[in-house]
Structure formats: C-alpha cells, structure tokens
C-alpha cells in the first residue's frame, strides 16, 4: 500500500462528523465499513472490467509511435507540446492497491509516451523504485537502460523523467542528491549512459528547452532536496504549471476529479507557451484504487473515458503534458495528435 494511500485512509477515518459524541464511533465505523466494502467490490469488478472498457483503458501493444517527435521543428519547445505520460511508470505486476500501469516501460515508449513518472527509495546508497512501501521490481540502473536503449534507437525523440524520492531512506552514507549524482557521472553501468543522453540545463537557465536541444535526451524533473538544479529541470520552476489533484475518496467523486483535470488542461491549451503544463489524469483514495479511477468500475465512468472523448472533441493547440494510469491506445493516440505536426497516423498498427 502507498504512502499517498496511506494518508488518504488516515484523513477518512479522523474526518470530524457533526453529531452526537455518543453517536461518532458508530458513525466512523459506518463510514469505515462501506470503504472496506466499496474496496472489495473494487478488488473483483474492477479487475474483471478494467481491462474491457475499451481503448482508452487497457495495454499500450496495440500501437507504436516510436517516431512521433521526429517530424516535429526543432525549434518547438517541450512546452508548447501534446505529451503523452505515465503516473508511477513502473508501476506494474504488483499489488493492485500500487499497480497503476500495465505496459512496461519499453512497450510504454514504443506506444509514445514521452513522459515518465520514476519514484526512487534511497537505500543502501542506490535507488531502488517504489510506489509508496511497494517495491516494483526494479531499479534506477533498469530504467536509464531501458529509456536510453529507446534513445539510442530513436535519436530524435525526447524522454521527460520526473525523479522524485519515495519511502523512507534506510542504510545510506551520502544525500539523495549525492547518489543521484554517483549515477549520472560515477558509477560505470550508467554514467555513459548519462554523458551521451542526459540533458542538463546551462547557467542555471530553468526554462523548459527547445527539441533541438533535448533529441536522443531525457530530461529530469527533480522533485527532490539537492544540490542547485544542474541535473534537469526543478519541479517545483516557475516554468511548471502542475496538476495533481490524487486525492479520489470515493467512485462518486471521479466526476470532480475529471473536472479538475479538464480545467488544467482547458488552461494549458490557451496559456503561455514558455510554460510546462503537467496535468495528471491519475487518482486515488480508500474507495476508489488507481484502475478504478482510470477505467470506471460499477456504472462509474473512469477519468480515461472522460479524458478520451473531451479531447477528441476539441481543436486544442497543445494539452501539455498528461499523465495517466493504464492508459490505452485511444488516449495516447489522441493525446499525440494535438501536435501540430506529428505524423501519427503512420506509425500506428493494429
């Protein structure tokens, strides 16, 4: 279970009930149990029905889109693109309280998505990746293999990686920023891999970068206490507008959920272009787990359903970048032809 989850059971069951004091606990333990019960109807419909909700929900196999930044100008900038992403990336083939994607990460970046959302535990002075408590079976060395491997067969296209440190760090002798640092420059399995395909911004300069800066790059989203902002871009810049509104207590408030994300996006297609929008499409709560959220569950209508047929509707400029769990090949489909000149069609198979 994750540390957001967590939080979120916490806040449900400390919430302040208006009545009698002699009333409370029966009324906490009332509201207590239809949580656990609207858990268990998750665990069995929404495993059966997730995956049949259609093509804005499910797997990412179906479609390639290795190429699609390749016809893109040089000179657009990141920010004034339509990019496809993933929450908690790596997020896969684990408890489904943690499980937010079914694609791993090659198939992800096959499929198009350009931006990924990597949780590291500082442990014993390596990072290891986690959502929340869960460990996902991989670490830091896994992904800046896999993401270069991708590079290296597509030299102009981009990967944005937002790095933030997750769960508790246990066993190290260096900072979070430190051992960060052994790995882009030090340590002998990934500092290549680094030097030929790392961006990292000039002068302090945190102002989101052409494409001709960043081909056959990723760049870091650093969400983490360090030293200046020299590995990538800081998540917490001016130059970020972020949307990130998890908290979904129930399937009832999916709806408000969507909303939300529907302003921000509404917001970056009419904004500054300098501007990064990150939207996330992802949520969670004691009553409503990730693919819930993302693929409806019951006769709710999950956040990528919404997502799809809104944005297939609209003759947007840009989305920015939009995040999701279990994205499917709609979506992402859609999300990528809101770039003015990518050439989509082409690189899509059944």
Known sequence: MSDTHHRLVSAAGTATVRSRPSRRPARHAARAAVAALFAVLLVFVSGNTAWASGRHSEGLG?????????ALPDTARLADLSIPGTHDTMARDVTFVAETQK????????AGIRALDIRARHFKDHFTIHHGVVYLNANFTDVLRQTTDF????????VLMRL??????EGNTRSFAQTLRWYLEQNPETAPLARDHLWRPTDGNQQAPTLGEVRGKFVILQEFDGE?????LSYYSPALNIQDAYDVPTMFHIKGKWD?????????AG????????????????????????????WFTGVNHYALHWLESRDMRRTGVVMMDYPG??????????????????DTHA
């Open 271 to 298: 904004s500054n272009p300098q501007t990064l929008y990150v939207t996330f499409l992802s949520g969670v709560g004691p009553g409503a787990y990730p693919h819930a959220v993302a693929a409806g569950a019951l």
């Open 228 to 232: 200046g902002t020299d590995f990538g």
């Open 151 to 158: 590079l290296k067969a597509h030299p102009r296209e981009a």
């Open 329 to 346: 090949p709609d979506l992402v489909t859609t999300v990528l032809r809101h770039n003015e000149h990518a050439d989509v069609a082409q």
């Open 164 to 169: 933030k440190q997750e769960h508790t760090p």
């Open 103 to 110: 694609s791993p990460l090659p198939e992800q970046l096959n």
């Open 62 to 70: 179906a479609i390639s889109h290795p190429d699609w930044m390749a």
């Open 260 to 268: 939300k994300a529907r302003g921000h996006l509404e917001e970056a």
